[in-house]
C-alpha cells in the first residue's frame, strides 16, 4: 500500500511538524518531571548499529512483534512505548520528543523500523526520513489510531510518503505466527475467560455466566486496561459472587478471577482447563473487537458479540470455531462449551511478511554533539601540551607492547591484552587500575586493582596497577616479567615501548567525533606512530585507506561463570532472566544476549567501572561487572572469548622483539 503526495502536501506537513516539534519542547521540561516518562528520554538503551528496530505499544501487538521476529535474524531491538504496560524482553522506546529521537537515531543507527499495527509518531518517522532508514508498518488494519491520523489528509499523506504498509489482509494476522506461551498460572478447575474485556463486556458475561447450569466453571476476567479492576470488583461486589484478584493468588473456590497482572493472558489462554473465550470489544461498533488470534492458536472456541470489523483476518481464521451472540450471549456460550478444544499450527504470516520488507541499510555515522565542534580545536592544542604527551619516555629492560585507541573507552582494548597475554610466555599486564580502591600502595601486584585487571587476574595472567606507569613495568620486571602488556597507554607516553597497537571498535571507529564534541582523543593522523590496528567487532568496516597491518578480531559468547566455577553456554536456565551491567558500551552486551536468544526481563546500566548495586538474584553480567563482586556472588556473568584473524604476524612480530 503506497500514499502518493498532492500538491500543497509538503507545505501542509511540514508546518504541522514545526508546530509537533514546538509542543513537544514545550513538554520536554514537564515530562521529565515523571520517573515513567524519564525512562524513555534518559539513559535509553540502544542497539548496535544496523539492527532492525521493531516496536510495538500494548501487549498484543508484542504478540504479533515475537511472531515477526521467528522469522527474521537475531538482531532485531524491541522497543515498548507504553509507559503503564511493562513488556517481558523488550527497551523503552525513545519519546518523540526533539533531541531525543534525533539523538537516539544517531546513536542507534538502526537499519531499518518496523511498526506493528500502527504506532505512527511523526518525529520518528521524519527523523528516518532525513537518515535513509526505511520504515515499513506491519500487520496494519483498520483502527481508530490510523483513521485519526487520516483525518488530517494532506499532514497523513507528507507523514507516511516513504513509509511502506504491509496490511495484515494479504499475509494474514501476525499473532497467529508467535510461539506458543507457556502458562504462567495453573487454574484448579475448568473455567472461562473473559479476553481484553472493556466496560459493559463484564456485565453481559456476569449475567450470562450466572445463567448457566450448576456446577458453572470458573469465570477468569482478564481486562484490557488494569485500571479497571477496582470498577469491576465493584460490579462483582453488587452480583454477590465470590472473587479474587491473580495477584493475590487463584483462590480454588473464587467464583471469578479477575486477572490483574500483565502478561499472562496468552499463556492462561492455553491451560487445558480453559474451555471457552469470550473476546472483549465485540459489542462496541467503535471498538469493533480485539483479536482471537491466541484463543484460536490455543485451539479454544471463541465467543464474540455482533463488531469485529478491527481483525477482519483474525475472525476469518477458523470460522467452524467461533459463535457469534445473536439474540443472547447465553446460547452463544452453551454452544460454544459443546465444542471440542483444537491446537491450531502457527500461520505463515510472518514468512510473507519478511518476503515484503525492504532490506536494512547501514546509516552513516554522525557527530555525537555537533554544537561543540568549534571547541575540538581547543581539545587538540591542549592536550598536546599535557605532560603525559610532552614527558620523556623511560626504557626499560624488558620489550613493551602498548595497547591503546584514539577514542576514551570502549574499543576493545582489555580483550586484546588478555588475547596476546595467554598467547605471549612471560607477558605482564601493566595499567593504571581505573576506579581501583584508594587505600593501597601505588604500585599494586594482583591485588586492589580495578576491574579490568581484576578481570584478567581471575584468568591467571599476572597484572600490576600503578597510575606511574614507569613504576609498575619495574615492579612487574623485579618479579621475573619478560615482556609488557600496557593497557590503554597511546596517549601516555613516559613509557617507552617497542611496539604500538591501536583499536578501533568497527561500530563506532571515529568515537562519533573529536572531544568534546565525540569521544576521540586524537585524530586519524596520530595512526603515525602506531605499528598495528587491532580491529574489535570484525563484522563492521572500517575506513580504506588505513595505513597499518590489521587484526581483525571478534568477540564470541564462550560459557558462564558461576559462583567461580565455569560452565557451558547450556547451563543457563530457560525463560527471561535480569540484565545489568557498567560497561562502556552497553549496548554490545546486550546484543550479544539477544543473538543468543535470551530474552531480558529487565535491562539497567549504570556508568562504567561504577558499583553494581541492587541485583536481582541470578542477574546476568559481564566478566568485568563480576570483577567487581565477590567471587561467590550470585550472578551469571558470561565469558567471552575472541575470535582472531591475522594474529599470528602480530605474535611473530612481538616475538621478534624479544
Known amino acids: 500500500m503506497a500514499v502518493d503526495l498532492r500538491p500543497g502536501d509538503a507545505v501542509m506537513g511540514s508546518s504541522f511538524f514545526l508546530l509537533w516539534r514546538l509542543l513537544g519542547l514545550f513538554l520536554l521540561p514537564v515530562l521529565l518531571l515523571d520517573s515513567r516518562s524519564r525512562r524513555h528520554i534518559l539513559r535509553l538503551p540502544a542497539p548496535e548499529p544496523g539492527w532492525t528496530w521493531l516496536h510495538g505499544a500494548s501487549a498484543g501487538e508484542h504478540r504479533a512483534a515475537k511472531g515477526l521476529q521467528t522469522a527474521l535474524p537475531p538482531t532485531v531491538w524491541r522497543t515498548r512505548s507504553s509507559m503503564r504496560t511493562p513488556i517481558t524482553g523488550t527497551f523503552p522506546a525513545p519519546l518523540d ?266 546509516p552513516a555515522g554522525r557527530t555525537a554533539r555537533p554544537l561543540l565542534l568549534p571547541l575540538t580545536g581547543l581539545w587538540q592544542r591542549g592536550a598536546s601540551r599535557l605532560p603525559s604527551y610532552a614527558a620523556r619516555p ?7 607492547i602498548s595497547v591503546g585507541a584514539l577514542v576514551a573507552g570502549g574499543a576493545g582494548k582489555t580483550p586484546a591484552v588478555g588475547w596476546l597475554a595467554q598467547r605471549l610466555a612471560g607477558a605482564w599486564v601493566v595499567a593504571r587500575g581505573y576506579r581501583r580502591p584508594k587505600a593501597g600502595p601505588p604500585v599494586r601486584i594482583q591485588e586492589g586493582l580495578g576491574d579490568e585487571l581484576e578481570m584478567l587476574r581471575r584468568r591467571g595472567i599476572p597484572v600490576v596497577s600503578a597510575p606511574d606507569r614507569v613504576a609498575g613495568a619495574r615492579a612487574a620486571v623485579a618479579r621475573g616479567a619478560r615482556l609488557i602488556l600496557l593497557d590503554d597507554g597511546f596517549q601516555h607516553r613516559r613509557l617507552a615501548r617497542d611496539l604500538d597497537i591501536v583499536c578501533i571498535d568497527g561500530r563506532w571507529p571515529g568515537g562519533r567525533g573529536m572531544i568534546p564534541a565525540g569521544s576521540r582523543r586524537e585524530p586519524w593522523s596520530a595512526l603515525h606512530r602506531a605499528h598495528w590496528i587491532w580491529h574489535s567487532h570484525a563484522d563492521y568496516d572500517l575506513p580504506s585507506g588505513l595505513p597499518l597491518p590489521l587484526v581483525r578480531a571478534r568477540l564470541q559468547p564462550a560459557g558462564w561463570i558461576r559462583r567461580g566455577a565455569r560452565l557451558p553456554l547450556e547451563a543457563l536456565p530457560p525463560g527471561p532472566r535480569p540484565a545489568m551491567t557498567g560497561i562502556a558500551r552497553p549496548e554490545g552486551f546486550a546484543c550479544m544476549l539477544l543473538k543468543m536468544g535470551i530474552e531480558i526481563s529487565h535491562w539497567r546500566t549504570v556508568g562504567d567501572h561504577q558499583p553494581l548495586f541492587g541485583l536481582p538474584a541470578g542477574c546476568i553480567v559481564t566478566e568485568k561487572d563480576a570483577a567487581r563482586l565477590p567471587v561467590d556472588a550470585d550472578v551469571w556473568a558470561l565469558a567471552v572469548s575472541l575470535e582472531v584473524t591475522g594474529g599470528a604476524p602480530l605474535l611473530d612480530a612481538i616475538e621478534a622483539l624479544r
Open 394 to 400: 623511560q626504557k626499560v629492560d624488558v620489550p613493551v
Open 97 to 362: 520528543l526533539p533531541f531525543v529521537v534525533s539523538r537516539w537515531l544517531d546513536r542507534a543507527r538502526p537499519g531499518r523500523l518496523i511498526l506493528v499495527e500502527g504506532e505512527l509518531w511523526p518525529g520518528w518517522l521524519v527523523a528516518c526520513r532525513h537518515r535513509g532508514i526505511p520504515v515499513t508498518v506491519v500487520n496494519a488494519r483498520p483502527s481508530e489510531g490510523a483513521r485519526r491520523w487520516q483525518r488530517l489528509g494532506p499532514v497523513w499523506r507528507w507523514m507516511v510518503a516513504d513509509v511502506t504498509f504491509i496490511p495484515q489482509a494479504e499475509t494474514g494476522d501476525l499473532k497467529q505466527a508467535a510461539p506458543k506461551p507457556r502458562p504462567a498460572l495453573s487454574l484448579p478447575r475448568s473455567a472461562i475467560v473473559g479476553a481484553s474485556t472493556r466496560p459493559g463486556d463484564e456485565a453481559r458475561l456476569l449475567n450470562a455466566w450466572q445463567s448457566l447450569s450448576s456446577p458453572r466453571p470458573q469465570l477468569i476476567l482478564a481486562p484490557r486496561h488494569l485500571h479497571r479492576v477496582s470498577e469491576i470488583g465493584a460490579l462483582l461486589d453488587q452480583a454477590m459472587v465470590r472473587w479474587c484478584k491473580r495477584s493475590d493468588g487463584i483462590d480454588a473456590t473464587a467464583e471469578v478471577v479477575v486477572l490483574d497482572t500483565m502478561g499472562e493472558l496468552a499463556g492462561l489462554l492455553h491451560d487445558p482447563h480453559i474451555r471457552v473465550a469470550f473476546i472483549g470489544g465485540t459489542f462496541s461498533e467503535n471498538i469493533g473487537g480485539h483479536s482471537p488470534a491466541e484463543a484460536l492458536s490455543a485451539g479454544l472456541p471463541v465467543v464474540r458479540g455482533p463488531h469485529a470489523a478491527s481483525n477482519p483476518i483474525a475472525w476469518a481464521r477458523s470460522p467452524d470455531r467461533i459463535f457469534v451472540a445473536q439474540d443472547t450471549l447465553l446460547d452463544a456460550l452453551i454452544v460454544a462449551m459443546g465444542c471440542p478444544r483444537q491446537p491450531q499450527p502457527n500461520s505463515d504470516a510472518a514468512q510473507r511478511v519478511v518476503e515484503r520488507l525492504p532490506a536494512t541499510m547501514m
